[in-house]
């Protein structure tokens, strides 16, 4: 082949290989849900007590936010919104799916997992499920596939986790890892023991000895949820898809002690949300975003390229504001309850900005239901045996019998003891608040806003 001929080829061939289409990196997902986690309760929230050195690292290397919440405060419910981006009365998974509680979510709404097991994933379901039917969330491989009966401890579902990482597929992968942990019955077999006396006490719950030996058992049942995590950091590390993968944690709602879950005061709704997008540079970021669980959803599809243009979600993509401190034009979220168990019939709207909170209790008339693990703690049964008339700055009274509507304004008043709807001076706050809920009621179908009219 003469000169001119050879460079002629080697032109031709590179402007053949430059125009040719490259590969696109794999965008897997991992999707890292706790069970009753609340909102301080991890060492990179300031906690210095609990150690959770994989959800430290996590922040580290992404965006811790300071104002996460879950659309409601039970768990079935809560995942429900986690999968679909939609509340709870518009995809009907209203309270708990197992027994015969048997909430299920309607068969016309299409699951995160299925989405996208369409646009190509490959799917898997590690730990906790609790949401039906299985046609609507129909992951393509179960955390059985890969754990050889291992047992269902965080470290076992991180291994299970690590074979499906690494089995030969070419297609990116989503990976939904649930925790039981720190879930009642606490559990800590893979996590020492914490002393009562070295518990911070939440102001919401009374500082006694019960309170602190339960609150020991949570801590170190906690660490056990994040010891999951620091095998599955690992695996990501190993494997070479730390800088690949987007990584979600969250917790599906506030911790299980009387005050927070099944609640929708700030125990119940505020929670840990971190997240690390390999995509952004910035790295260690703080945000006040105002985000929800319902955001979920957009936000993963949002990241696969898989999020449609015409989706009705409930929620939006929060993957722009990751490393923005304060961005502008997330300051208020809505929450939507209705049910935990079948029993537990008591929905409340929520709707909350940066400073004030209005919550409407459709079923005021009701006695405040308990969850069974609930009224069964050994928090909740010493006031009982002692005849308490506080549950810590709260009247129990107050707690048990609830007025319609219930406005705090929260810098002031954190705990949500003081309630300003009655209160004249904050009568066009009370009337605006209820105007935006009303509409967020509208926006998203909400059958109950038939109440503002008939009762």
Known sequence: MGRLNLIVWVVVLGAVLASAPTQAAPKNVVLYVTDDQGSTDAGCYGNPVIKTPGLDTLAEAGTRFTHGFCTTPSCSASRSVILTGLHNHANGQYGHAHSYHHFTTFDTVKSLPNRLREGGYRTASFGKYHVAPRAQYDFEFWGKDFMEGKGNTPSALAAGADAFIRADDERPFFLYFCTQEPHRPFKREEAAAVHPKDVLVPSFLPDNAATRQDLAEYYSSVEQADSGLVALIETLKDTGHWDDTLIIYISDNGIAFPGAKTNCYEPGLRLPCVVRNPEVAQQGVVTNAMVTWADITPTILDYTGLLPADAAFHGRSFLSVLDQPAPEGWDRIFASHTFHEITMYYPMRVVRDRQYKLIWNLAHGLSFPFASDLWASETWQHLVITDATHFAKRPIETY??????????????????????????????????????KAQQERTNDPWILKWEHE
């Open 400 to 437: 048990l019998h609830r007025p319609e509507f219930e406005l705090y304004d929260l810098d002031v008043d954190p705990d949500e003891v003081k309630n300003l709807a009655e209160d004249p001076a904050y009568a066009e706050l009370l009337a605006e608040m209820q105007g935006r809920m």
